[in-house]
């Protein structure tokens, strides 16, 4: 396990593709904050743009559907592996012990370390935008700020594991894209949720992962907390256990 | 005896409603340089896929080194592969290749080994050609350097030869047998028998998923020499007369009917005026040489659309 997820940090840190993802990802965050400050929106949940800390502001420019940061976690995902794939790459380790278990695992592993690397990069856009654009340089309590981005964290990489199990079962590089896109709108969220309310369902869609992420939350209670740590949690389990499941039973080119 | 590091029982695969493979029942021994002919489609790279455990088989065994394969259970550590195209990252140089590779094996001295590989396989003075700019020779001989690179016992090559021009067969050639001789077990497929019989000292012919013959090197070189095909009243009572009065022990009985003579230095007017005077009424008499191609055409039932 640890000698493939060497290998696929090899490819990463190697990988012209995942730094200009970043860069790419740094400036549009940047235009963004500007182009919030040029346009400033009425206060949401009682404070404007400028009065929010920085675990606020993570919150709420995670929760502006589309969601970039999912948009940019998908295209990662399907490229990661499907360059791999395509490129038949995997037939000359697979014939290891374990392998098609490790290699999901390592891939996982290293969708992961991108999330880190992407929260990170959204995070230092946050504060240096902020500084520059909303004249707030102020970073706010960091014990919510860790929480809130340990949470963020864990429901993106389940996010990513989701599209990893898009992938391994369509092999096709557009189609993962296309996925990560309709979710990064929350559009089964937003269509679930229309349900709930026209045929009076119970709120599952509040179970959802995508539809967690794209809500603004307060994670300063701990009932909102510990819901999104369960949705995170349980989502990348299952994400898990269906990529693991698939690969182990996938017939390969 | 021998021992038998690969062995096939009644493996089959199965595609949705499309059988595959049917019924393939093969072994391969140590040392062995095994030749897996058939056209195109036959089920050659569908056999080593199931081989090398990148497919799983719908019915059927695989054993590799008197184990019975499972896709976790390791033993195919032992093997190299080399299946359909190279599974090469085209952006990368040859020896990134090989170093990332060495990396999923946890090879500490991946480095030198990756040097001798290359100097191996004449890629060495490439340093900085990215794979996407190799040649198909290069990519095949990178290719192997990558499925030599754990240093296995066996190594399953799916056409080797494809796409090189004759100087790139010849020295893929060269190195095939140098690792034989070393003690490496090879399984190749091609279509082409010419060169693998080259190469091959066991043979299995695959048409349409099944195995249809297997035979050893000499078995194939004497089916494929001249011979004179004989049609008789009734072969059982022409080869007592054969061996008796011609003193010939090299022929086959292939029917009621039918015998081969293999050996062509007894003249036909001798072969016929022997049956005769012992009863035995002849029907025609051919003296055939058989290319190997000829031999391979013939026995998957494609003889005649070829010569057409």
């Given at each position: 396990m640890l000698n493939l997820l060497r290998m696929d940090l090899r490819r990463l840190v190697g990988n012209k593709l995942t730094i200009a993802l970043l860069f790419i990802y740094c400036l549009f965050h940047l235009f963004a904050i500007f182009m919030m400050a040029e346009n400033p929106t009425p206060p949401m949940n009682g404070m404007t743009l400028v009065e929010m800390e920085e675990w606020q502001f993570l919150q709420h420019t995670s929760s502006i559907a589309s969601s970039w940061v999912l948009i940019y976690l998908s295209v990662f995902t399907v490229y990661f592996y499907m360059s791999e794939y395509q490129a038949g790459f995997y037939k000359n380790y697979l014939?290891?012990?374990?392998a098609r278990i490790y290699s999901v695992l390592s891939k996982l592993t290293v969708q992961g370390v991108f999330t880190l690397a992407l929260l990170a990069t959204v995070v230092l856009c946050d504060v240096v935008g902020r500084y520059f654009f909303l004249d707030n340089g102020t970073f706010g309590d960091p014990g919510l700020f860790l929480r809130v981005l340990g949470i963020q964290f864990l429901l993106h990489w389940a996010f990513s594991a989701l599209i990893l199990v898009v992938v391994i079962i369509t092999r096709q590089l557009l189609t993962g894209v296309i996925v990560g896109i309709v979710c990064s709108f929350n559009l089964p969220g937003m269509a679930l949720t229309a349900l709930e309310s026209l045929i009076g369902?119970?709120?599952?869609?509040?179970?959802f992962l995508v539809h967690e992420i794209v809500n603004y939350k307060d994670y300063a209670d701990l009932g909102n907390t510990l819901h999104a740590v369960l949705v995170g949690a349980v989502s990348l389990l299952l994400f898990t256990a269906i990529a693991l499941y698939m690969k182990s039973k996938e017939d390969l080119r | 005896m021998a021992q038998l590091l690969i062995e096939l029982k009644q493996l089959t695969k199965r595609y949705k409603s499309k059988?595959?493979?049917?019924d393939i029942n093969l072994t391969v021994e140590k040392g062995d340089i095994f030749g897996l002919i058939g056209h195109n489609g036959a089920g050659k790279s569908t056999l080593l896929k199931l081989i090398g455990g990148l497919i799983h088989p719908t019915a059927g065994q695989v054993k590799l080194f008197g184990q019975a394969t499972s896709v976790?259970?390791?033993?195919?550590?032992r093997m190299g592969l080399l299946i359909?195209?190279?599974?090469?990252?085209?952006?990368?140089?040859g020896r990134e290749n090989l170093r990332l590779l060495s990396l999923a094996y946890g090879l500490r001295d991946g480095g030198e080994r990756a040097e001798r590989l290359l100097e191996r396989v004449g890629?060495?003075?490439?340093?900085?050609?990215k794979v996407k700019n190799y040649s198909m020779g290069m990519k095949q001989r990178l290719g192997i350097a990558m499925a030599l690179l754990a240093s296995p016992d066996v190594l399953v090559l799916d056409?080797?030869?494809?796409?090189?021009?004759p100087q790139g067969i010849a020295d893929i050639r060269g190195l095939l047998l140098e690792l034989n001789k070393q003690g490496l077990t090879l399984l190749i497929s091609s279509h082409i028998l010419e060169e693998l019989s080259k190469v091959a000292t066991r043979y299995a012919i695959i048409d349409r998923g099944e195995i249809i013959e297997t035979l050893s090197r000499e078995d194939l070189l004497s089916r494929c020499g001249e011979r004179i095909e004989l049609e008789v009243e009734a072969a059982s009572a022409a080869a007592p007369i054969l061996e008796r009065?011609?003193?010939?022990?090299?022929?086959?009985?292939?029917?009621?009917?039918t015998l081969y003579i293999?050996?062509?230095?007894?003249?036909n007017h001798e072969i016929v005026a022997a049956l005769v005077a012992g009863g035995v009424a002849v029907h025609s008499l051919n003296t055939r040489k058989q290319s190997l191609e000829d031999y391979f055409l013939e026995r998957t039932g494609k003889g005649e659309g070829h010569n057409a």
């Open positions: 014939s290891m012990r374990r369902l119970p709120p599952i869609s509040s179970y | 059988t595959v493979l049917r976790h259970n390791g033993i195919h550590d359909e195209q190279a599974g090469l990252y085209p952006s990368y140089t890629l060495r003075d490439e340093p900085k050609t056409e080797p030869i494809n796409g090189l021009d009065d011609l003193q010939l022990t090299n022929y086959q009985v292939i029917d009621q009917h293999m050996d062509t230095r007894v003249k």
